[in-house]
Structure formats: structure tokens, C-alpha cells
């Protein structure tokens, strides 16, 4: 196991075999990547992300090879030969199909075929030995007066049922088809009926080969056939595939038994082998489009929780809302909320101005958090509005809004504000999702945050397991304060749950805040095992230990205290900061018509797909830039620039 993932990943096997040890010993990534890298050789976070995933993939195989096994076993249809094919499979769908063609039923066609008895004219087909006579003089001892035996003919069709059975199970020929299908098959789409022009009006009559087909046609086609809009099969080289099986099987051109090896062949094929091959290869067409959305959604997650907090400002937050009911709060320096309006924009226009005005002067706000959401331009008015006639220096950011909705009816904000309305719990979170983008985000789901295109075509387990791998991965590249941090961002610490970390809080409302990393001990279920994993992400301003307020991990703490007592050197410079891109601020909004041929704009990177970045230029609507327009110089892959500030010139 460890040399195949070693192979797989391009790494020693010692490195490997270490890095598996401690996983299996219930460490985390993020600890290992960060304080055991010199067990691991050095091993970064996203290498033993990959390790991890090869384990898990194959404890999952093994899984399923052990059940398969003892339920083959249970039935008594499991032969040395079956064994050693589930032994030898490589995933997990090749053990489905594999049981698939295996599994006998006394319904299936070759199932009848044995129980009329004809399995020995079956062997003497494959056999091919007989060369004398015809194949009718040997199946004409199988006829009967009654039943589905009449005839010479029906007797040769049933034997060639199992014969077909029996080719379908040959591994060597699957891999025969899989390899032709997969090097020339052609993905071929229909439309399901008469359409009007849609979504999927492209692939009404659409054709590409297999191993060109990009990520996102992949997706959508699968929307496509599961919406019964389209009709998707694959075309193979039939008879190329059939001129190879048959080079494999036949091994004597004598026998009187070619022509119904052929014909078998083919059945075998077309209505057993080619089905089940062509479930392969889309399932792998869809996983490996699957990875790709999920690497490019992990990435553009990560943009967004690492984004740079705006510290030290009051902020203002209004959600796009709806005309008569535009939901306005206001958040202090700590998140805390401080007051909010509910503005009605079409009959109180003037009054709802001024009203936001009392509300900006009285206290103090600094930033207004502008939300994106499709009914904004009534807001991005009021703004513009509010912008000209304060008195105060006033700046705004427009705020993605994506996720207000379902933090204003989550459980956090039920608890945080349970006299607000949703509205205002809305504003709340968009104020501090400008304020502090991890701290917020923590709170919902992260498939409620904007990352990118055909979410739902992706396996949701598969899409939450690494997207919450990603939160964890941020908020330990961060830290957390351990006195301020709320269950929503603790539950992501390595080595706390959700139970731990409701514990941590409470057993800080019962006894004050943490004065060392050490008191975390006290914590109910809170042992050792989790202390090792999680202490070093944990921060403690102020605390009895300086070294607490590091990422410099408790059982270093006695290296460290010798190496300052040889060198002479103080604790106050050993904390951490996080590189971050500058939140861009503006002081007028702007508006689609305001754009004008030529005009240099600046904007930051929020979302980036293949083929481009899409820069938050101040308006609602993000603003494309194709890759082909990135740079004078080529680029290959735009992920390097998310949270970068780009010029674009219109």
C-alpha cells in the first residue's frame, strides 16, 4: 500500500510510510505538516492532503473487496479465480462492475441456459477443440419436445448466453474494450424530444471524443441527462473492438464452433461488456471533472477566508433587501452589533437618507458593506447618495452576499441574535464578512459561499469532506484566539469537534478568560490526545506566557526557553503575522453606464475559473478577464493571482 502511494504521488516510500504512521496514530494534517515535518522529510500540507486521500481510498477498496468476497462467499459462487480478479481490482468501480458480471441469477439468460444443462456444450465451445462434424449435430442431443429447447438453432443461442457470460468475466477483454472505447470513443448527446432554444441547446446534436471533452461540457451534459433534457450515449470503434476480442479468444480457427464463438463475441459485447464500460468511463469522465471543479472550488474558497480583515473600522452593512424593507446595521471595532434601521426606499426615499445619515454620524461609521445581491440597485443609489451629502470621510466596499441568507436563519445567528429579524442578521453578516472574512464565514456551510460554477453536479460528500478540509486548513494557517473565538470557529481547530468546542466556550463563561495554553487540560473531554493537535493553533493575547500568543507549539516550549537563555533574546517578537492582500476601498459607486472605452479600473481577484479571473471592480457584477488578456506573457494556469489587485482597462 505505501509503495503504491508513494508511486502514485512522486515520494519516498520512507516519507510515505512516516506520514502514514502518524496519520494512523489520529494526527491531523495540519499538525503534521506543521510540526512534524522533520518525520515526514519535509512533507507540505497539500502532499499529505493526497496521502491522506490514498488511504482513505484504499481502506475503502479493501472494504469493499472483503464484503464482496464474503458475500460470494455466502452464495457459494465464489471459485479461486473470482477471488483472485476482486484481489487484483484497482477501485472501487471495477469491483462493482467486476460483481456485476460475476453475479449469477437464476434470471439471467446464461443462468436459464445452465439450468436446462447446456453448460457443457458451453465448455465444448470454448473449448474449441472439435474440429470433425457441425455445431447442430452436438446441440441436437439438447433438443426437447417442449420448453425453450425446440431447436438445434435455440439449444446453440442458449449455449453462446453462456459463453458471452463467461467473456464478459475475462478481465483481459474488458480491458481490451475499456482501451479502445476509451482511446476512440466519441461522447455523442441528443436532445430527449423537441426543445426550445436553453441552457443545453448546444448539445441537441453534439459529438467529442472521449478523451477531449473538457471538465465543464462534462458536468453539464450529466445536468443535462439527469434534467431528461438530453440523451447520452458513447460511441465506440465496434468493430475494431470485436476483431481484438476475437484475436484474444480464438485460439483454433479449425473448430466447427468459430461461427458461434464469433456470435457470441459479439452478443458478449453488445449487450454485457460495452454497457458496463461505458458506465466506467463516464463515471471516470465525471470524477475526473469532479476533481477538477473541486480543486478549482478549494481554491477559490481558500481566496475567500484568507482575504484580509479591515481592523480597527465601525462598519455599516446593507443588504440589497427589497424596496420597502432594505435592512441597514452597523458593527463596532469587535464585530459587536451597535444598531441598525429598517429603510423603506420607494415611498421614503429623503427619509430613509436621512435616517441613514443620523445612523452613520451617531456612531461613527467608518466603512459602509455594500451586498451584491440582485436587487441592489436600489441600495447602490442610496449609497451614492449617502456618499455625497455626509459630512464624514466615508469609504465602501461592495461585499459578496452570498451566504447572508443562510447565516440569518442559522443556528449561530439564533443564538448570537435571537430579538433581530432576519434582515438585520443578514446586514450583520455582511458588515463582518468585510470586517473579518474567516471569523463570519466559519458560521455557514461553506457550499453556501460563492466559489464557483456546477456545485450540484458534484458528490456533496465528496465536495464537503474537502471543503471543510480547506476552512480547517485556514483557520490553522491563521490561528485562533482562545478567548474571543467563537464554537463556529473553534469546531475547525485540529483536533476539536463541535462537542469540544462548545465545552471550550462554556468552560470560558464559567471560569473567565484562558491564561495559558495549559489550562485548556481543564476542559471537559478535552485530553491529551487533543491538546497535542490543537494547542499550537490556539492564541492567547496577554496570557501569563508569551510563547501562548505563538504558534510555537507547548512541547517546544522548554527548547525554546533555552535557546533565549543562551542568546540573550526576548519572547515579544515570536508572533506570526499573516500575509494578506489589502482590502480595496472606494469612495464613489459605480454604475454599468459609468464605464466608458478606455477607462483603467482597480480591482481585486474574487473567483477564478480556467479561463480567466473575475475582479471586484466596485460593482455588483464582477468584471471578466480572459486569460488570454491576464498578461503580455503567456499563462498557463490563473490560480496563482486569486486575491491579487488587478488594472483593467476597458
Known amino acids: 500500500m505505501v509503495v503504491k502511494i508513494a508511486s502514485k504521488l512522486s515520494l519516498k516510500v520512507s516519507q510515505v510510510e512516516k506520514a502514514v504512521e502518524l496519520l494512523e496514530a489520529g494526527n491531523t494534517v495540519p499538525f503534521i505538516a506543521r510540526y512534524r515535518r522533520e518525520a515526514t522529510g519535509e512533507l507540505n500540507e497539500e502532499q499529505l492532503r493526497e496521502i491522506q486521500r490514498s488511504l482513505n481510498a484504499v481502506k475503502a477498496l479493501d472494504r469493499r473487496k472483503k464484503e464482496l468476497i464474503e458475500l460470494l462467499s455466502r452464495q457459494g459462487t465464489l471459485s479461486p479465480q473470482v477471488e483472485e480478479k476482486i484481489e487484483n481490482a484497482l477501485t472501487i468501480p471495477e469491483i462493482e462492475d467486476l460483481y456485476l458480471a460475476l453475479k449469477t441469477s437464476e434470471l439471467t439468460r446464461a443462468g436459464l441456459a445452465r439450468q436446462l444443462g447446456l453448460q457443457p456444450l458451453a465448455e465444448l465451445m470454448l473449448a474449441q477443440e472439435i474440429t470433425q462434424g457441425s455445431p447442430e449435430d452436438y446441440a441436437l442431443q439438447y433438443v426437447k419436445t417442449e420448453g425453450d429447447l425446440l431447436t438445434a438453432e435455440a ?6 448466453d453462456i459463453v458471452a457470460q463467461h467473456l464478459s468475466q475475462d478481465l483481459e477483454v474488458r480491458e481490451i474494450v475499456r482501451r479502445l472505447t476509451s482511446q476512440k470513443g466519441v461522447l455523442v448527446t441528443q436532445a430527449r424530444g423537441q426543445f426550445l432554444r436553453g441552457e443545453f441547446e448546444m448539445y441537441y ?23 431528461k433534457v438530453l440523451k447520452v450515449s458513447i460511441n465506440a470503434p465496434e468493430e475494431e473492438i470485436l476483431k481484438r476480442i476475437e484475436a484474444h479468444v480464438v485460439k483454433n480457427r479449425e473448430t466447427i464452433f468459430l461461427d458461434e464463438l464469433k456470435r457470441a463475441i459479439k452478443e458478449a ?57 432594505t435592512r ?24 430613509a437618507i436621512s435616517d441613514l445619515l443620523d445612523l452613520i454620524e451617531r456612531e461613527n461609521v467608518d466603512v459602509i458593506a455594500l451586498g451584491n445581491g440582485t436587487a441592489v440597485e436600489q441600495t ?3 449609497v451614492a447618495e449617502v456618499l455625497s451629502r455626509s459630512n464624514r470621510k466615508l469609504s465602501y466596499a461592495v461585499v459578496e452576499e452570498d451566504g447572508s441568507s443562510a447565516y440569518s436563519f442559522s443556528e449561530a445567528a439564533q443564538e448570537e441574535f435571537p430579538e433581530l429579524d432576519a434582515g438585520l442578521r443578514g446586514s450583520i453578516f455582511i458588515a463582518r464578512r468585510l470586517q473579518d472574512p474567516l471569523r463570519e464565514l466559519v458560521k455557514i456551510d461553506p457550499k453556501f459561499i460563492r466559489i464557483g460554477i ?20 485556514c483557520v490553522s494557517q491563521v490561528g485562533v484566539d482562545l478567548n474571543t473565538a467563537s464554537v463556529f470557529l473553534l469546531r475547525y481547530v485540529p483536533g476539536l469537534s463541535l462537542v469540544l468546542a462548545k465545552q471550550i466556550v462554556r468552560y470560558r463563561e464559567e471560569h473567565g478568560v484562558f491564561q495559558n495554553r495549559e489550562e485548556l487540560k481543564k476542559v471537559e473531554g478535552l485530553g491529551d490526545k487533543e491538546f497535542l493537535q490543537c494547542a499550537g493553533f490556539l492564541r492567547i493575547e496577554g496570557g501569563s506566557n508569551p510563547l501562548d500568543n505563538t504558534s510555537i507549539h507547548p512541547e517546544l516550549y522548554d527548547t525554546v526557553h ?13 508572533s506570526e503575522s499573516v500575509k494578506a492582500v489589502s482590502v480595496v476601498l472606494r469612495t464613489e459607486v459605480l454604475r454599468l453606464e459609468d464605464l466608458k472605452e478606455g477607462m483603467m479600473l482597480r480591482g481585486r481577484v474574487k473567483t477564478v475559473a480556467p479561463f480567466g479571473v473575475f475582479v471586484d471592480i466596485g460593482m455588483r457584477k464582477s468584471g471578466l478577464v480572459h486569460i488570454s488578456q491576464l498578461s503580455n506573457k503567456f499563462i498557463k494556469d490563473p490560480f496563482g493571482l486569486w486575491q491579487s489587485v488587478i488594472i483593467m482597462r476597458f
Open 155 to 160: 439449444v446453440l443461442a442458449s449455449a453462446r
Open 205 to 227: 446534436h453534439y459529438s467529442e471524443a472521449l478523451w477531449k471533452i473538457p471538465p465543464y461540457r462534462v458536468l453539464a451534459i450529466n445536468r443535462g441527462e439527469k434534467e
Open 269 to 325: 459485447y453488445q449487450r454485457l461488456i460495452a454497457p458496463s464500460i461505458e458506465r466506467q468511463l463516464r463515471r471516470e469522465l465525471t470524477e475526473r471533472a469532479e476533481e477538477h471543479f473541486i480543486s478549482m472550488y478549494c481554491r477559490n474558497l481558500r481566496s475567500q477566508l484568507l482575504r484580509a480583515p479591515l481592523k480597527g473600522k465601525i462598519i455599516l452593512g446593507i443588504g440589497s433587501g427589497v424596496k420597502t424593507a
Open 328 to 351: 441597514a446595521a452597523v458593527i463596532g471595532q469587535a464585530g459587536e452589533y451597535v444598531g441598525g434601521l429598517v429603510l423603506d426606499l420607494q415611498d421614503q426615499w429623503e427619509q
Open 380 to 382: 447602490e443609489r442610496l
Open 454 to 473: 456546477y456545485q450540484q453536479e458534484i458528490d456533496q460528500q465528496r465536495l464537503n469532506d474537502e471543503l471543510s478540509f480547506v476552512v480547517q486548513s
Open 562 to 574: 533555552q535557546f533565549l537563555e543562551r542568546w540573550g533574546s526576548g519572547s515579544d517578537n515570536l
